[in-house]
Every structure is written in structure tokens, then in C-alpha cells.
């Protein structure tokens, strides 16, 4: 491959959209991925929330890029034509212990100008969210957060990338990296590249993939939550519902996705497997649903998963709260660690590294650059595949023809196997196209 100006490491919805804004200016681009397709890490199972920037301190990077990303995401997702839903959320309390904490989130929001933020009564959030257990000491109202399919943005983010010109090397491993007179030059799994600027979106990898040419500044701990997912036909809340809790962190949170399921998100814990979920991590969550939306009907409960977090750590044992974007030579740039709200800021982080990239190389801005990508469109097609979420077969074949190489990569494109039965009836019919495709018979 002839020398490019950026290589963007990972295919994760950040290294997505970094791709994508990359492509604004006249920046020839790769995208490098070692799985088979794009947003299979951390992209893949997370709590899918659009913040509206409360969470975080005041004049941090974090909370600076998740009021503008979470202002940005209906023009973004009209963009890349993906569902967004502002559903607003409340905070809840129940115990006068965590109302400081409340009134802090509150202050914070204020300062970083989060739009239509609300203290409620426990009577006005009870009224407003009806299925939460009565006793709400107090509540926080934000109207300006919101739902997305992660993995959804990150595809259609990818598709955009690519479709300006971004070249997509999958399955294709970073193994090793030089300096170079004009840059750097990364050994992989494939062909060598050649390239002026290294953009790191390893995800859980990041800090292994910069130590490949720099000793390492952060280290990346790993942790879990673990989810529950119920059937569309569920009771929900209206809003997305936080509970305050007690110990520092977030307690449970219960999300209605854009797809119509409820999501039930919670327990960190050290994590031996990752992705993997545990007994007493699924009792504990049931547990706190219940106790939190006693009304839910868990026996509506159609899938559970776990997610991993990586948590950026100094060399000196000190946690890094805010974003943490690593530049340990001209030309290199490595997201560490972004978890909780990287999704709401991808587009923000993504952009942030294009312009380091542009003024780094004296780029142009790309005349030619088209923000607008085209979702795979619902069809009239009789053939119904997966009849839970009623996915035609020729929706299946425009999913696999834009790249969807398994089950999953299907599923993740046209959300065939996200019903009641969670695939069991379309995945083999599934499969069988998948295999027809790869011989040339369709
Ligand atoms: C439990 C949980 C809940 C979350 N909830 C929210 C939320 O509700 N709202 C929100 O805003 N944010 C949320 N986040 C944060 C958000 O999900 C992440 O910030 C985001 O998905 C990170 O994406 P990524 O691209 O960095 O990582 P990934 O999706 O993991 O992508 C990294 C990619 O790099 C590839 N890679 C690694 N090493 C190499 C190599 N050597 N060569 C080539 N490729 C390589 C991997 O295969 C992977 O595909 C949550 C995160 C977690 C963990």
C-alpha cells in the first residue's frame, strides 16, 4: 500500500468517527481492525445513554464535550439517518444521605449549561415516572439526554468514513510499530503501512498498542457491568431513571432503548472474564430493578451481557477521571481508556483528533466531503427472515453486500435476532445466505 497521511488503530465507534471527521480534510486515511468487522469491543455492550453533561466536573474536557456532543446528536443522527431519542432522564433519591450529591450533579449541569435541568420533588418525579418505587426524596430532571444504538452509529460513523475515502483494512492487527524519517511504520498482521500520524483507538488495547513504540504513561484497569435486557411488550419508564446511590458510582439505571426494549444496567465489579456476566452479578441486578421499579415484570427478561470498561490509571497509581488523550510525540495520538460518555462524545473526540491531525500535517479541508450516509432503507420484501422484528431477506442481503460477514454483523446492521427469541428461528436461515454470498450463489 502507497504511504498514507493518518492510520487510525481500531474499529471501535471511536476510531469510526475519527476516520469519518479525518476524511473532512484532504487526510488520506486507514482504518485498521483486527476483528472481522467494526464495533465489536466496548462499542457493543454499553448503557447506549446520550449524557447531558452533568456528571462531570466543570471546565473538564469530559464535561465540555458531552453538553456540545449530546446538543450535536439529532443533526448527527439525521446525518448518518440512525434513531436518536430524547427521552429525557430523572435522577432519583430516596434517602437524605445522597441528596448532596443530587444538589452537586444539579450545580455542576448549571455550570456547564445543560439545557432545561429541573430539581423535582420526590411527588413531582413519582408523578412524572409512575412505575418507580413511592419514597422519592428528590429528583434531577434532564430533558436533554437521549438513546442510540451504539453499535448502529459506530457502523453508519464507519460507512460515512468510507464512503469519503477512508480505507478499511479489517482484520488486521497492529503487532508492531517504528519511527520512521516521515512518521511511523506499523507492522501488522497484514501489510506493512507507512504513515505521518498514528491516531490509537485500541479500545481495551490502547495502552498496549502505544507501548509498542512508547513506554507507557496509563495504565488500563479493567472492570464490568453487567445488563439486562426485556422484550418490547415490557411495562417501562418513560425517561431513562438513575438511582443516586450510596456508594460513590452510579447505582442502577433503567433505559428505554430506541429499539423499544428496556435496559437495565448495573453492578461494577472486578471482572474475571470479560464480557462475561456472573449468578451473583444477575441476582443482584434483579434485585435492585425490583427494589427500584418494583412493577417490572422480569419474567420479560429476553437476554443478559456483560461489558467491560477499561479505567485509566497513572503510572503513579492515581486514577485519571477526565478524558484522557496521550501525545507522546509528534504525530501520535492515543485515546486512553475513554469510557462513560465516549459514546455521547464520539463524534466530539473524533473531531478533536482530526483537527490535531490537520494542523500536525498544514491539511486543507476536504471539498468533496458528504456528512450524509444513507440507512439500509425497510423493504416491502414478502420474505420475512426474522419474524420477531419482521427483517426481510433482502434487507439481510443489503446488510451483508455493506459488509456484514456473520450472524452478529447482520444483526448488528439490520437488528434481525433482537426480538423474544433472540435469533433462535432466523439465525440458521441467517447463516444459510451468509454461506450463499461467500460461494457466489446470490
Ligand atoms: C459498561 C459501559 C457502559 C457505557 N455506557 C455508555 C453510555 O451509556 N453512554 C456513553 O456516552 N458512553 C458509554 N460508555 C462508553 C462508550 O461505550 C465507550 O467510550 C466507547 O464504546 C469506546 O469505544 P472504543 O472505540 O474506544 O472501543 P472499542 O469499541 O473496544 O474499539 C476498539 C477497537 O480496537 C480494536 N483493536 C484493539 N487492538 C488492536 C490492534 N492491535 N490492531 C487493530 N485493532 C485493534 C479492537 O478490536 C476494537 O474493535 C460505556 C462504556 C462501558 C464499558
Same mark, same amino acid.
Given at each position: ?35 472481522? =468487522? ?5 462499542? !457493543? ?49 430516596? =434517602? ?76 488486521? +492487527? ?31 488495547? +490502547? ?17 464490568? +457491568? &453487567? ?75 429476553? !437476554? ?103 450472524? =452478529? ?25 451468509? &454461506? ?7
Amino acid at each position: 500500500m502507497k504511504p498514507v497521511d493518518a492510520a487510525v488503530i481500531g474499529g471501535g465507534i471511536l476510531g469510526c468517527f475519527a476516520a469519518r471527521n479525518l476524511r473532512r480534510w484532504s487526510i488520506s486515511t486507514v482504518l485498521l481492525e483486527q476483528a472481522e =468487522d467494526v464495533c465489536t469491543g466496548i462499542t !457493543r455492550a454499553n448503557s447506549a445513554i446520550v449524557y447531558p453533561g452533568y456528571d462531570n466536573k466543570p471546565g473538564s474536557r469530559k464535561g465540555e464535550m458531552t453538553v456540545r456532543g449530546n446538543a450535536g446528536f439529532d443533526t448527527l443522527c439525521q446525518e448518518l439517518e440512525v434513531p436518536f431519542n430524547r427521552c429525557g432522564s430523572v435522577l432519583v433519591t430516596y =434517602d437524605g444521605e445522597t441528596l448532596p450529591r443530587l444538589w452537586k450533579k444539579w450545580e455542576q449541569g448549571v455550570q456547564n449549561g445543560v439545557p432545561g435541568l429541573r430539581l423535582l420533588t420526590g411527588g413531582e418525579a413519582e408523578a412524572m415516572e409512575p412505575m418507580l418505587k413511592p419514597g422519592v426524596k428528590a429528583a434531577l430532571y434532564a430533558p436533554s439526554t437521549g438513546t442510540v444504538n451504539p453499535w448502529q452509529l459506530g457502523i453508519a460513523a464507519f460507512e460515512n468514513a468510507v464512503k469519503n475515502g477512508a480505507i478499511p483494512l479489517l482484520k488486521t +492487527a497492529v503487532t508492531g510499530m517504528e519511527k520512521t524519517e516521515s512518521g511511523y511504520l506499523l507492522k501488522t498482521t497484514g501489510e506493512d503501512i507507512f504513515c505521518k500520524v498514528v491516531v490509537n483507538c485500541a479500545g481495551l488495547s +490502547a495502552d498496549r498498542v502505544q507501548e509498542l513504540l512508547f513506554p507507557p504513561s496509563v495504565r488500563l484497569h479493567w472492570d464490568g +457491568a &453487567e445488563y439486562l435486557v426485556l422484550d418490547k411488550q415490557a411495562q417501562k419508564p418513560g425517561r431513562i431513571v438513575f438511582h443516586q446511590a450510596q456508594s460513590c458510582g452510579k447505582g442502577i439505571t433503567a433505559i428505554p432503548c430506541v429499539e423499544g426494549n428496556l435496559l437495565i444496567s448495573g453492578v461494577r465489579k472486578p471482572i474475571a472474564a470479560p464480557y462475561a456476566t456472573t449468578p451473583e452479578g444477575l441476582r443482584a441486578l434483579y434485585a435492585q430493578a425490583m427494589d427500584l421499579l418494583p412493577g417490572l415484570d422480569l419474567t420479560q427478561v429476553i !437476554r443478559s451481557f456483560g461489558a467491560v470498561r477499561p479505567n485509566p490509571y497513572r503510572q503513579t497509581g492515581e486514577s485519571i477521571h477526565d478524558f484522557c488523550i496521550e501525545n507522546p510525540a509528534p504525530g501520535f495520538f492515543s485515546l486512553m481508556g475513554i469510557k462513560t460518555p465516549g459514546l455521547t462524545c464520539a463524534n466530539e473526540l473524533g473531531m478533536y483528533l482530526a483537527e490535531q491531525t490537520a494542523a500536525y500535517l498544514g491539511a486543507e479541508r476536504n471539498p468533496d466531503f458528504d456528512p450524509h450516509r444513507n440507512a439500509i432503507p425497510k423493504t416491502e420484501d414478502p420474505e420475512i427472515v426474522c419474524q420477531c422484528e419482521g427483517i426481510t431477506r433482502s434487507e439481510i442481503l443489503e446488510a451483508i453486500r455493506r459488509g456484514a460477514a456473520t450472524v =452478529d454483523g447482520v444483526k448488528r446492521r439490520v437488528g434481525s435476532g433482537m426480538g423474544a427469541c433472540q435469533g433462535s428461528r432466523c439465525s440458521f436461515a441467517i447463516e444459510g445466505l451468509l &454461506e450463499e454470498v461467500r460461494h457466489g450463489a446470490l
